[in-house]
């Protein structure tokens, strides 16, 4: 007998620096994620806050890629299965915000045989950056916000 297929509940969110903890949580626990890829983690505005969300979501595995501001603010991945630390990369692009360079990067981890990134990104090429490194196949999903204050999802493979 053929093994019955499961649907996978992927989500991608900007938390925009934790900027309401409350109604976050009350959000994603609604979507109830088996894989979250979040963007605009402070560390320093919350650094619990990554394990209260996967606590509130019943999420097992938390991975955080700082990228920029002394590695206190980037990307995480967090799933409800066990999964596993893959690569971390730095991208071309960014801006300037008060005087500071945001970098922008990607986190990569894989869940069993599926690979999953994360990034949030200031231009639209964006299948063209994990194409040429690799990183896109046929058990990718890649999670991203093509531009600042966007939250809008797009799978590449």
């Known amino acids: 007998m053929a093994a019955a297929k499961q649907a996978l509940r992927v989500v991608s969110y900007e938390v925009q620096r934790w900027s309401n903890m409350d109604a ?11 894989i979250l890829c979040l963007q605009e983690c402070c560390q320093k505005r919350g650094p619990e806050a990554l394990q209260k969300v996967a606590d509130a979501c019943g999420l097992e595995s938390v991975h955080f890629f700082g990228h920029t501001l ?10 409800k299965s066990t999964s596993t630390f893959v690569q971390e990369m ?18 990569l981890v894989e869940v069993g045989s599926l690979r999953v990134c994360c ?13 040429r490194a ?21 799978s590449i493979a």
Do not use: K
Request: glycine share 12%.
């Open 90 to 107: 730095f991208l071309g692009g960014g801006s300037v915000i008060r005087g500071h360079h945001v970098q922008r990067g990607a986190l």
């Open 70 to 79: 002394d590695g206190l603010y980037g990307n995480a991945i967090l799933t």
């Open 24 to 34: 976050l949580i009350h959000t994603l626990t609604r979507l109830r994620p088996d």
């Open 134 to 154: 690799g990183w896109c196949g046929s058990s990718t999903i890649c999670m991203v916000t093509p531009r600042p204050w966007c939250s809008r999802a797009t």
């Open 119 to 131: 990034t949030h990104l200031d231009h639209r090429r964006t299948s063209d950056v994990f194409r």
